[in-house]
């Protein structure tokens, strides 16, 4: 009982000594660490910050650490070792800093997933939005793109020949604004009894050969959703689904995330979501997702500038190797 009550001492010091940690202080605050553990103060008191005024001066770090540890007999609250390495670990994630979005590009990214076709969505409403758009994805490491308007009957009613006229003719523009880099066009539909319809008796928009990017409300599923899935696959099409870190309906029952990847669904993650740009919870669950290996490809999702600002934003997760991992999975669509 006597070292469980210690342990919860050292938890609950861990709060108030990781501040030193974060501004750059870490001997006093390992000092700090130990002092409070031992003594069971506030380590917001003036009494624990002078104290460390006290024993800190004029000795080097190891001196510090080891004298600091035997005068207040940390062996008896804690294996030493532990102590020590966890500790260390911490103060390099500190120390460590996450990389910027835009860097894990590399310069040879393809992109899936966008909205820069001028006036046809949610996207980009000019030409001037287009050839900005693009230059600025460039600019961040987009070497190939596939634009995916949007198609959802009831709101934005758009067919495969519109998106095909439309990318015709932006394609002819932009060689007149010295943009001649060729993108190609698919759609993004939205699962509804529409779709349902729709597929079975019209040639989809695809990514590439037979994948086709599909997403749902951001209010709750279709209630024919795996039955559309099954007959989509029946029909020939492998469904890639936008974004499933952004439907929070799922991020209390993470099981139909199981559910869904046995139904045949591929995941394509957006990936402003692991740099935070649409809150903290949707990119713990991007995380989540990315750990248990559940994404297949990635997206930028590109409307607007602010989109292209949040590229400069470092990373918010600490997966970034199954990250890479995903982007370098796009390479599958280069053209």
Known sequence: MKYL??????NQTYEYTSRFLLIRKPIQG????????KEKIDCNSSIAINKIKIIIRGESLMIRFFAISRSYKLLDVVNY?????????VMLSFFKQKPY??????????DIHSHLLPGIDDGAKTLSDTVRLIGSLEKIGVSQFITTPHISHYIWNNSPKKIQDNHTETSK????????????????YFMDD???????????????????????SYMNAPIQLYQILFDLQVAGYK???????????????????????KAGCLFQLNLLAVAGYYGEEIAKISEQLLKNGMYDFTGTDVHHDNHIAAFEQRVKINSTEELKKIISNNQFFKF
């Open 5 to 10: 009550g210690k342990l919860k001492i050292f």
């Open 173 to 188: 523009l932009l060689t007149g604004e010295n943009i001649t880099k060729p993108f190609l066009a698919a759609a993004e």
């Open 30 to 37: 390992l000092l700090l660490f130990f002092i409070c553990i």
């Open 101 to 110: 979005l835009k860097d894990l590009l590399s310069g040879d990214y393809i």
């Open 194 to 216: 529409w779709f349902e319809k729709h597929f079975k008796n019209e040639k989809l928009l695809t990514l590439k050969d037979n994948y086709v990017l599909v997403e749902m």
């Open 239 to 261: 469904p890639v689904l936008a974004h499933p870190e952004r439907y929070l309906f799922y991020h209390k029952n993470f099981i139909e995330y199981e559910r869904l990847k």
């Open 81 to 89: 070792n532990y102590v020590f390495f966890s500790i260390f670990a």
